[in-house]
C-alpha cells in the first residue's frame, strides 16, 4: 500500500482506508459484530493504515469505536491513524447536531474511551451548516483547544457542499472531508485553488458512490429494509447514474479488473487527494479495496486524456 502526507500536516496516511459507517449496521442493512470485527482486521492487515468513524456509528453496545478499539487491542497504535467525525448527537430525541464546545467535548471523550486511546489523528467536524461555521462562537475553536490538549493530532471539517467548503477553508483548519467520484468530482475540482492556496490535507469520501460504481450493482437491485438507498434514488436515477459509469468501463484491463478498482483509481489519481476511505461490510470486501490500486499508472493515460470529454456527453459536470 503506498502511502501520502495529509497536506501541510506531518500525518502520513494509506492512499486507501476503511469507511466504517457501512459497520454500523445502519444505511446498508444489518452486519454481525463478528463480521464487522473481522472487516476492520482484514483491512489493517492488508495495509489500510486510516479507519474513518463518525461518534454516533451504531447503537449502544454496538457502536463502531467500540469495535475498532478492540482491534486495535494488541496493533502499533501509531502506525494507525483514526479520522473521527462529531457533532451528530444520537441521544438527543430526535437525534440533532450539536456544536457547542460541551457537546462536543463529550462526543470526544466518550469515543476516545471507546476507542481505548487517548487522541485521534483527525477530527472534523460532522457536515456543519454555514451558519454553524460562522457563529459567534466557532466550534473550530472547540477543535482547536482539543488539539492543543493532544487529544486530536489535526483538526477539520467534513463537507458536502461547496459554500460549507469554501467557509470552512477560509478558517485555520488542517484537514478537509469531501464527497468524490467519477459521477460527482464537480466540488473538490472547484475547491482545488483555495485547497491548493491553503495546502489543506484532503480525505475523500463515497469514491464508489454509495456502491454504484461496484460490479455487483444492477439496475434491478433490491435494497434491505433500513438501506438509506431507497430514500436517495429513484430507479430512473439508478439507471441513468448506471448509463453514466460506463465512462470507467474502457479502464477496466490489464491490472484493473474491474469498475471497483476503476473507480478508486479515478480518485487517487488525483494526487491532491491524501486518502480515499472506501466503505466495506465484509473482509472480502475489504481485501477487495485494499488492492484495487496496486499496480502503477492509476489510470491508462490514454484513455484518461479523453475522460472529461466522456463525462461532458454523459451530462457529467466537471
Not at 468513524?53 to 491513524?81: F, M, N, P, Q, W
Not at 469515543?111 to 461555521?133: A, E, F, G, I, K
Not at 464537480?186 to 480525505?203: F, K
Request: charged share 25%; with cysteine.
Amino acid at each position: 500500500m503506498r502511502t501520502r502526507t495529509l497536506g501541510r500536516t506531518a500525518i502520513e496516511v494509506s492512499e486507501i482506508g476503511l469507511g466504517c459507517w457501512g459497520l454500523s449496521g445502519e444505511g446498508y442493512g444489518e452486519v454481525s459484530r463478528e463480521e464487522a470485527r473481522a472487516t476492520i482486521d482484514a483491512a489493517l492487515d492488508e495495509g489500510c493504515t486510516v479507519l474513518e468513524l463518525a461518534h454516533c456509528y451504531g447503537d449502544k453496545g454496538r457502536e463502531v469505536d467500540t469495535i475498532i478499539g478492540e482491534a486495535l487491542e494488541g496493533r502499533d497504535r501509531s502506525k494507525i491513524r483514526i479520522v473521527l467525525r462529531i457533532g451528530v448527537d444520537r441521544e438527543a430525541s430526535p437525534p440533532r447536531k450539536r456544536f457547542d464546545r460541551g457537546s462536543l467535548m463529550r462526543m470526544l471523550e466518550s469515543s476516545l474511551s471507546r476507542l481505548r486511546t487517548n487522541y485521534v489523528d483527525v477530527l472534523l467536524l460532522h457536515n456543519p451548516l454555514v451558519s454553524t461555521l460562522e457563529r459567534s462562537f466557532d466550534p473550530l475553536d472547540a477543535l482547536a483547544s482539543f488539539r492543543e490538549r493532544g487529544m486530536a493530532t489535526a483538526m477539520g471539517v467534513s463537507a458536502g457542499s461547496f459554500d460549507v467548503a469554501s467557509v470552512a477553508l477560509k478558517q485555520s483548519i488542517d484537514v478537509i472531508e469531501l464527497p468524490y467520484n467519477v459521477l460527482a468530482p464537480r466540488l473538490l475540482h472547484a475547491l482545488l485553488p483555495e485547497i491548493t492556496r491553503s495546502q489543506v490535507g484532503i480525505i475523500v469520501r463515497s469514491p464508489l458512490a454509495y456502491g454504484l460504481l461496484a460490479d455487483g450493482f444492477e439496475v434491478e437491485r433490491q435494497f434491505a429494509p433500513g438501506d438509506h438507498r431507497i430514500e436517495r434514488w429513484s430507479p430512473e436515477d439508478i439507471g441513468r447514474r448506471m448509463r453514466q459509469r460506463e465512462v470507467l468501463r474502457p479502464f477496466v484491463k490489464d491490472s484493473v479488473l474491474s469498475l471497483r478498482e476503476a473507480a478508486i483509481r479515478y480518485v487517487l489519481a488525483n494526487h491532491m487527494v491524501g486518502c480515499t476511505v472506501v466503505g466495506a461490510r465484509t473482509p472480502d470486501m475489504a481485501r477487495q479495496n485494499a488492492h484495487a490500486a496496486d499496480e502503477l499508472p492509476y489510470l491508462d493515460p490514454a484513455v484518461f486524456s479523453t475522460l472529461a470529454q466522456r463525462l461532458e456527453e454523459e451530462g457529467i459536470s466537471s
